[in-house]
């Protein structure tokens, strides 16, 4: 039986099932993109990369989010599309009518509930897009990259499910392979990448790079800067 999302069950009066995957790696301010993630849907798959913070385990079963379904803690080296086709494969489990899947350091403005609404309402679009909001947010107020969104171009967010949705043959933007039809999503990603002034540093950096040489990277960002209710609930 299909669960109904509670936060498009405002809207319509259909069931639908949505699920949310995100992928763990280094950033430190993962516990609120998450548990805002869990906000929107109905359950939860997580993917700790093979070269992920080692808190992690102990961090996720502290955050108590009712939700998670599972987490896979991922053997397999990061490359541009094997780490969306193993989160896929999770979802999969659920068959569920859409997937939500953010990078940990993205969450959704606000409205995200009634585009996916209008989105499956849709029958021939099969990927949402969205624009990055700016400026980026920081906690200092500090203007970075110019006043510009980052990154500059468009990325797919949500998915409406079918059984074998693949990234292989990947092109950009986290575009599935064999989906098509855009739905252009009038609200936007705020991307929490340069928040701090350690992410803003050479910290990006050097853990995007440790994810593909295997090098650790010591992480002393504050992690109290962000504050959600905790409890994936909407």
């Known amino acids: 039986m299909k669960v109904t999302g509670r936060s498009l069950a405002l809207c319509v009066s259909v069931e639908v099932k949505l699920v949310g995957t995100m992928s763990l790696f280094w950033f430190p301010l993962w516990e609120y993109t998450l548990s805002e993630l869990a ?24 955050l108590g989010l009712s939700k998670v379904r599972d987490v896979l ?40 509930d009634d585009n996916v609404r209008k989105f499956l309402a849709t029958p021939d679009k099969e990927m949402m897009m969205f624009h990055y909001g700016s400026p980026l947010p920081t906690i200092d107020g500090v203007t970075v990259n110019n006043g510009e969104p980052y990154p500059a171009k468009p990325h797919a967010r949500v998915y409406r499910w079918k059984p074998g949705i693949t990234f292989k043959n990947y092109q950009s933007f986290n575009r599935a392979s064999n989906l098509n039809g855009i739905y252009w999503c009038d609200t936007e990603i705020i991307h929490y990448s340069h928040f701090t002034e350690e992410l803003r ?8 790079h440790a994810r593909r040489d295997g090098h650790p990277v010591e992480d002393n960002t504050n992690t109290a800067v962000l504050e959600s209710d905790g409890t994936g609930s909407v």
């Open 39 to 62: 906000r929107h849907v109905d359950e939860l798959y997580i993917r700790v990369d093979s070269k992920a913070d080692p808190s992690i385990p102990r961090r996720i079963e502290s």
């Open 201 to 208: 540093g050479d910290f990006w950096f050097k853990h995007s």
């Open 73 to 112: 803690y991922s053997d397999k080296p990061w490359d541009t599309w094997t780490w969306q086709e193993e989160m896929m494969r999770m979802a999969d489990r659920s068959e569920p009518d859409a997937v939500l899947s953010l990078d940990d350091d993205e969450v959704f403005s606000a409205g995200i």
